[in-house]
């Protein structure tokens, strides 16, 4: 059982920066990650995903320059390296997980909690 725990969210201003994390417990190392958000009122989308090896990467065009996902294996933990923060970029993030060696937009059976990152205009 793979369980997912992010941290890192807050409230900052616009064009300010934060990192996300999120800390898996057991074996993840060979697990497609990804971070997706969800607003208030709109459904959930995916913002970047990493493959196992974090040698390949995907990003949500609406964050494509603005954000870096990342992974440590020997750590467990994912990050997302966020710029340029927007008002639109405000929603709860969620890291999610997957066994598989590709990088899927969808179908992650383990997700975390969420953090709230709220953007100020």
């Known amino acids: 059982q793979v369980q997912l725990v992010e941290s890192g969210g807050g409230l900052v201003q616009a064009g300010g920066s934060l990192r996300l994390s999120c800390t898996a417990s057991?074996?993840?190392?060979?697990?497609?990650m990804a971070w997706f958000r969800q607003a208030p009122g709109k459904e959930r989308e995916i913002v970047a995903a990493?493959?196992?090896?974090?040698?390949?990467?995907l990003y949500a065009d609406s964050v494509d320059g603005r954000c870096t996902i990342s992974r440590d294996n020997a750590k467990n933990t994912m990050y997302l390296q966020m710029s340029s923060l927007k008002p639109e970029d405000t929603a709860v993030y969620y890291c999610?997980?997957?066994?598989?060696?590709?990088?899927?937009?969808?179908?992650?059976?383990?997700w975390g909690q969420g953090t709230q990152v709220t953007v100020s205009s």
């Open positions: 990493i493959n196992r090896s974090g040698a390949n990467t």
């Open positions: 999610a997980a997957a066994n598989t060696g590709y990088i899927p937009r969808d179908n992650y059976p383990y």
């Open positions: 057991g074996r993840t190392f060979d697990y497609a």
